[in-house]
């Protein structure tokens, strides 16, 4: 459940990021819907002293508002930390979003079994203050059956109305690869955690402001 809802979340921080601001419907409402699968992967690896966490998230998806046509929206998010155990410092805290993503970058077969990312990310690393690129090279492969979820909210109020509606699938995972910057594998060892989503959102809001 956890995951579902990080995944959610992320994925409507970033549609409302790339989809800009929904126009008044012939009834006076906004609507706002998306759909689409997604790939997410964590690392964690220790080397020595060297403590490194890698979070990954990737999704192509459509969403429209009420304007009409849908629009696709393909992106990949990486954030990478290091920390010092032994000095007790962070060392390096980098991250970055490409999109749109080149075609074919990102695979995600339809029943949500395997998923293929290749692309390269730009990414700013907030304790040196640079920036740099980072390859990514991963696979996702199912280790469990699919879940399904359905949720529906209303929210009603004098002078607002806000209904949503969501429907999801998802498949635990394990994901393996490599995110090198050409000199560091920020990935050497398999996920601690991963999964294959696929989300149809909608939500129409009336009155609010």
């Known amino acids: 459940m956890k995951a579902k809802l990080n995944l959610v979340v992320v994925l409507m921080l970033v549609l409302a990021a790339f989809a800009g601001p929904s126009t008044a419907s012939a009834g006076g409402g906004l609507g706002l819907s998306f759909k689409g699968p997604s790939a997410i992967a964590s690392f964690t690896n220790v080397s020595g002293c060297l403590l490194t966490e890698t979070f990954v998230i990737a999704s192509e998806f459509d969403h429209r508002d009420a304007r009409g046509p849908a629009t696709t929206t393909s992106f990949a998010s990486v954030t990478v930390s290091q920390f010092d155990l032994c000095a007790d410092t962070l060392v390096l805290y980098a991250y970055g979003t490409a999109s749109p993503l ?108």
């Open 102 to 209: 080149a075609p074919g970058a990102l695979q995600i077969s339809k029943k949500l079994d395997t998923a293929r990312l290749i692309t390269t990310v730009p990414v700013f690393d907030e304790i040196s203050g640079g920036s740099f690129a980072l390859s990514v090279d991963l696979g996702w492969t199912a280790t469990g059956p699919l879940s399904r979820q359905q949720t529906t909210t209303h929210f009603h109020t004098p002078g607002c109305i806000s209904n949503g509606h969501m429907q999801s699938r998802s498949r635990p995972a394990g994901a393996s690869g490599t995110i090198s910057d050409g000199v560091t594998d920020f990935t050497p060892e398999t996920s601690i955690s991963a999964s294959l989503d696929s989300v149809k959102s909608g939500t129409v809001v009336i009155g609010c402001s």
